[in-house]
C-alpha cells in the first residue's frame, strides 16, 4: 500500500513520548486513515512489530470494537515505524470524558460503552487467546460515530500466564501489586471495571494502592 501522510497544521492527532499521530490517506482508494509515527529512540520498534501482530490477530475475528491496522512499514535509516491504522477522528476515551461535565457520563451511556469493551475483550480472551494489559481510558479510541475501539497492543501478549509487571499502576488489580506478575486474561477484566468507574462517577476508585 503506498500512503500520503498530512503534516500540515491540524493533521497531528496526537503525540506523545512514542512520537506522533498524523492523518494520512490511501493513495489508490482514497480512504482517510491515521499513521502511529513511532520514534526508535524512544520506543523500541519490535514493541511496534508486537502491536502490529497482535492487532492482525485481532482482525481475522473482524470485531467492530478493536482498532483495524491497515499496514505498517519500518524506515531503519529514519529509525521510525509507521503503523497504518483506522482513523479515530473523536480521539481517545479519556479526552471524549475530559470533554464531558464532571468528566462523567450519564450512567445509560456509561453502560452503552462497557458494553462495547466488554464485547472487544471478548474476542481478544476468547476468540484470540489474547491480554491487553494495558487497557485504559487512553488506549480506547473513539470512531466518528462514538463507538469504542481497543487500541495500543504493544504490552499485549498472547500467553496465558505472564511473569512480567506492566500496565498503568492505577488500572492493576491489587494481586499484581501484591505478587509483582500478571496473571491472566482478569487483568483486563479488573482494568474495565476500574474503567467503568470513572465514566459513571467521574473519578478512578482508588487513588493509590491499599486503599
Not at 506522533?20 to 524512544?42: L, P, R, Y
Not at 487467546?129 to 479510541?141: A, C, G, Q, V, Y
Not at 499485549?156 to 501489586?177: K, Q, R, S, V
Amino acid at each position: 500500500m503506498k500512503w500520503k501522510i498530512f503534516d500540515a497544521p491540524g493533521a497531528c492527532l496526537g503525540s506523545g513520548s512514542f512520537g506522533s499521530i498524523f492523518k494520512c490517506q490511501q493513495t489508490h482508494s482514497k480512504i482517510e486513515a491515521a499513521v502511529k509515527i513511532i520514534n526508535f529512540k524512544s520506543e523500541d520498534h519490535k514493541k511496534a512489530e508486537r502491536e502490529v501482530y497482535i492487532s492482525k490477530l485481532c482482525d481475522l475475528e473482524r470485531s467492530p470494537y478493536i482498532l483495524k491496522i491497515f499496514d505498517f512499514t519500518v524506515d531503519k535509516n529514519m529509525c521510525k515505524a509507521y503503523i497504518f491504522m483506522e482513523l479515530c477522528e473523536l480521539g481517545s476515551l479519556r479526552e471524549y470524558l475530559n470533554k464531558q461535565k464532571g468528566k462523567r457520563l450519564p450512567e445509560i451511556k456509561a453502560l452503552e460503552l462497557f458494553h462495547q469493551i466488554l464485547l472487544g475483550l471478548d474476542v481478544l480472551h476468547n476468540d484470540c487467546s489474547i491480554t491487553h494489559r494495558d487497557l485504559k481510558p487512553d488506549n480506547i479510541l473513539c470512531d466518528n460515530e462514538g463507538n469504542l475501539k481497543i487500541a495500543d497492543f504493544g504490552e499485549a501478549t498472547t500467553n496465558d500466564w505472564f511473569i512480567t509487571l506492566c500496565g498503568t499502576i492505577l488500572y492493576m488489580p491489587p494481586e499484581m501489586h501484591i505478587e509483582g506478575i500478571d496473571k491472566n486474561c482478569s487483568v483486563d477484566v479488573w482494568a474495565a471495571g476500574i474503567i467503568l468507574h470513572e465514566m459513571i462517577f467521574g473519578e478512578i476508585p482508588f487513588k493509590t494502592f491499599g486503599e
